[in-house]
């Protein structure tokens, strides 16, 4: 390994156990989040579904970094409280990756035969706990897949979070190469490092699906 990297290798991991935390936050929010909107879309609640869709529609039709400029500067001088940039880029990536999930998830509902549902009421369950034993696990289980690749769409997106002064990955790198400036290197040890990480994460995926999947 080149001596630039060794001897910045400290800083930039640190940058990077940022970016995995970020990522490992907005997975969990940004899942729970989509799969509240996909029920509600589903199952066509009143009022909420509208809601449900224009925030969809809004969040598609934004840029990833106007979202993060909206919780970080838009959103605290409208409705005066303080927040700093780890916790607005957080809040933004729950907001953009949740819209784009939930539409994954909403899908994957409406591939579930209705005749399941009808054979879990018929054992006497409500429609919300077919919903949620039925339902729900068998539409996840058949978008693992897909649910992987916004994962791994997410982990790549950490590093728009620079741009408001969180010390991510790239961000860190980026300030390492203006004190060296040996960007061949240094880009080079970034971008096969996202590449393993993301390989890493989408086999996680294709062995889930292997172990879990259902026709």
Avoid: H
């Amino acid at each position: 390994m080149p001596e630039v990297i060794l001897k910045n290798l400290p800083f930039m991991l640190q940058g990077l156990a940022t970016s995995l935390q970020i990522s490992a936050m907005v997975a969990l929010g940004g899942t729970l989040l989509g799969l509240i909107v996909a029920v509600i879309l589903y199952s066509r609640v009143p009022v909420l579904s509208v809601v449900s869709r224009v925030y969809i529609e809004f969040i598609r039709g934004t840029p990833l970094l106007v979202v993060l400029f909206i919780a970080f500067f838009g959103l605290p001088a409208l409705f005066g409280y303080q927040t700093t940039a780890y916790k607005a880029t957080v809040v933004a990536f729950i907001l953009f990756i949740g819209a784009y999930l939930a539409e994954d998830i909403r899908s994957g509902l409406m591939t579930v035969k209705p005749t399941l549902t009808q054979a879990a009421l018929a054992t006497g369950l409500t429609q919300g706990q077919a919903l949620r034993f039925v339902v729900v696990p068998l539409a996840v289980r058949r978008i693992i897949p897909t649910l992987f690749n916004q994962y791994v769409r997410l982990f790549k997106f950490t590093s728009v979070a620079s741009v408001i002064g969180v010390a991510e990955f790239t961000g860190n790198a980026m300030l390492v190469n203006a004190r060296e400036f040996q960007p061949v290197t240094i880009l080079a040890f970034v971008a096969l490092t996202y590449l393993v990480i993301c390989l890493i994460l989408s086999g996680i995926g294709r062995w889930l699906y292997a172990r879990l999947a259902v026709s």
